[in-house]
């Protein structure tokens, strides 16, 4: 199957850079400010890489002969049969303004000019282009999140990577997972550290699992937590998130926060989510009894 092409651009500040960054997260292969001289041989490379099925472009004002190049690259596209989709960006003069003040970046050609005047000369520049694109997206009012799902459901590729959840068990004494979007603490349940021959275990021994288990307030904690990551992972897909990272710390990470973070992943995967599931902390010196 033939890579897809994407060719990114519109007016300076309109959220071009938001939208590499979304194809990206779709799998596609992405550069910027990428000068149009350049483009067929990026598009070369592409087509013989079998592992890229999608490749976005950015480009903007800055490519010096950019107008003319781009149309030549577009018209030479067009004569060898590649299939391209040009996405065109834009917002109301005000937004703009807004956007760069604070952002405190110059526009690319405001040498000598206003502000206002520079996005003003952009827009009247790049109208042409305009009336090529394919899809016209206004970011007046729309959010980073919403840019990205208007892009997800016009240009998701079938290779694109499923949502995951990863699961870390650890211990906060180790310190806290820097990664982590979700923390549990369970170090408030029974302590099987205490317990002799359970000390030299780990929560993937089953005499560990059922100890930590075998307390009311462990099943109801368990319970209360599956039905909290099942309200919230819908909401991390809706905002685009490709990952979500839950850890669930114990003191030492051996014990406790073992067993919860494969209750979760047994639960997680049995509603049909892509799990995977590291167990930091866990000594390799540790007695796992499997």
């Known amino acids: 199957m033939a890579p897809r092409f994407i060719i990114v651009t519109g ?4 959220g071009r ?13 992405c550069v910027d400010n990428l000068p149009p001289s350049l483009t067929p041989k990026f598009v070369e490379l592409v087509q013989r890489s079998p592992d890229i099925h999608g490749a976005a472009m950015g480009m903007d004002i800055r490519g010096g002969r950019f ?26 003069e005000e937004t703009l303004i807004h956007r760069y003040k604070l952002s405190r970046r110059r526009h690319p050609l405001e040498n000598g000019l206003r502000l206002v005047e520079a996005l003003r000369q952009e827009r009247s ?69 205490y317990i002799t021959r359970l000390r030299p275990l780990t929560g993937h021994h089953p005499d560990v699992e059922a100890y930590v288990m075998g307390f009311p307030v462990s099943r109801e904690t368990l319970v209360r937590l599956e039905s909290l990551v099942d309200f919230l992972i819908p909401h991390f897909k809706a905002e685009g998130k490709p990952t979500v990272t839950i850890a669930v710390g114990c003191t030492g990470g051996q014990h ?18 892509t799990v995977w599931i590291e167990h930091r902390d866990v000594s390799p010196r540790a007695t796992e009894g499997l």
């Open 11 to 14: 007016l300076s500040g309109a």
């Open 17 to 29: 850079s938001e939208a590499i960054r979304a194809f990206e997260d779709l799998g596609y292969f």
């Open 67 to 92: 107008f003319s190049e781009l149309g030549l690259l577009l018209d030479e596209f067009k004569a060898a049969g590649i299939q391209y989709h040009m996405v065109f960006l834009e917002a109301e």
């Open 125 to 193: 520049a790049l109208e042409e282009l305009r009336g090529r694109a394919d899809m016209v997206i206004d970011t007046t009012d729309l959010s980073p999140v919403a840019l990205r799902q208007r892009l997800g459901e016009a240009f998701r590729l079938v290779e694109t990577a499923p949502f995951q959840v990863r699961l870390v068990s650890f211990g906060f004494k180790h310190g806290l997972p820097k990664d982590a979007d979700l923390v549990f603490d369970v170090r408030f349940l029974p302590n099987p550290h």
């Open 256 to 273: 406790r926060s073992v067993v919860f973070a494969n209750r979760l992943a047994d639960h997680l995967k049995g509603c049909g989510e």
